[in-house]
């Protein structure tokens, strides 16, 4: 397996991230990934309820995840939610050695993170973003396409054609996000210059999380037209297609206010979605790759299978094959 500047900076063996995902990155999925040598990581409300305490909830995490691996993982911060202060105080105490920020400038706390010598990678999805966050001081950015499962850049771009780009106006390392599920995506993504990939739908559909069983289960059912992006006016996000979704739609056919969709959608929904028996009610955030998984397998058995595909992907190439 290649080694690359991820590999160096985040001190892993094999440049593979599992994605934060706000309801279901739990410990036991953080750790497994980080075990089988890739960049497992936690989300600060795993498998909480919307009334508990998110900054007691993140210790938790972090503590039982150091019990499970005594390999480097990180935590993922949606920078603008409420907690974000006392959110970064507890992994700072906590030893946390990598973060991943997203929806909102990485300028106001990069210079926190890195002053606690915590690595910090910026999910963006435009090569400004892109700039922006490498001006703010990253180490590196995920440039994620518009295939990624949950919230999506308003410009819709693939990432095949969001990733050389943004390799190729930058120096730190890009990470590539959206649309790989298995060795092929992760060879065609170091094809288009990036030096890892972040995965997030794949790691859904595993044993060690959290998420419910129906959401797993649609995951592994959907077909290749199985997604759609809802909320283009005000959020665009990709899950499975349901009740839900179709729902959506039709209030955004109708030209809802952002205020109706906003009150429609609400911060539950995703937690219904996702962790809860209500699939169909519920906002199931999910890549438009889920039509390339069948089956729910162990998150180490993920990185193993890319790693060991690798070599023989690269063995077959030379052959002038795949
Ligand atoms: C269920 C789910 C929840 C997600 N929640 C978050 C999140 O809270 N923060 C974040 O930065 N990215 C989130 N993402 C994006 C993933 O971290 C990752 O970048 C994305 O899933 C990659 O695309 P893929 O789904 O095609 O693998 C989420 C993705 C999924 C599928």
Not at 46 to 66: C, F, P, T, Y
Not at 161 to 169: H, I, M, S, W
Not at 248 to 262: K, Q, S
Not at 298 to 317: K, P
Request: charged share 20%; with cysteine.
């Amino acid at each position: 397996m290649k080694r690359t500047r991820i590999c160096e900076l985040l001190g892993i063996e094999y440049p593979i991230i599992q994605g934060g995902m706000t309801w279901i990155a739990n410990a036991e999925l953080a750790a497994a990934v980080s075990n089988a040598g890739g960049l497992g990581t936690i989300s600060p409300n795993a498998g909480m309820r919307l009334e508990d305490d998110v900054v007691a909830n993140l210790r938790s995490q972090i503590r039982k995840a150091k019990s499970l691996t005594d390999k480097p993982f990180g935590v993922n911060l949606v920078v603008q939610i409420p907690d974000i202060e006392d959110l970064i105080g507890v992994l700072i105490e906590e030893g946390v050695k990598v973060v991943t920020t997203a929806a909102g400038s990485p300028a106001r706390y990069t210079p926190r993170l890195k002053e606690a010598g915590i690595r910090v990678l910026h999910l963006v999805a435009s090569v400004r973003h892109a700039k922006g966050a490498e001006k703010s001081g990253v180490d590196a950015v995920i440039a994620e396409g518009y295939e990624a499962g949950g919230h999506n850049g308003i410009d819709e771009l693939p990432t095949i054609v969001l990733v050389p780009q943004v390799v190729d106006a930058l120096s730190i390392p890009v990470v590539a996000a959206g649309g790989i599920a298995d060795v092929r995506g992760f060879v065609a993504a170091l094809a288009l210059g990036a030096e890892g990939v972040q995965m997030g739908t794949r790691f859904v559909a595993t044993h060690e999380c959290i998420a419910h069983q129906n959401f797993k289960d649609g995951i592994v059912t959907a077909t290749d037209t199985g997604t759609m992006i809802t909320g283009r006016r005000l959020a665009p996000t990709r899950g499975l297609k349901n009740e839900f979704t179709a729902k959506v739609a039709e209030l955004d056919h109708r030209g809802a206010t952002p205020e109706e969709l906003l009150a429609f959608i609400g911060i539950a929904r995703s937690r219904m979605g996702q962790l809860e028996d209500k699939l169909e009610e519920g906002e199931a955030y999910c890549g438009a790759i889920a039509g390339m998984i069948n089956e729910i397998v162990s998150a180490g058995d993920v990185v193993s299978s890319i790693v060991e595909g690798y070599d023989r992907a690269m063995a077959s190439l030379k052959e002038g094959v795949w």
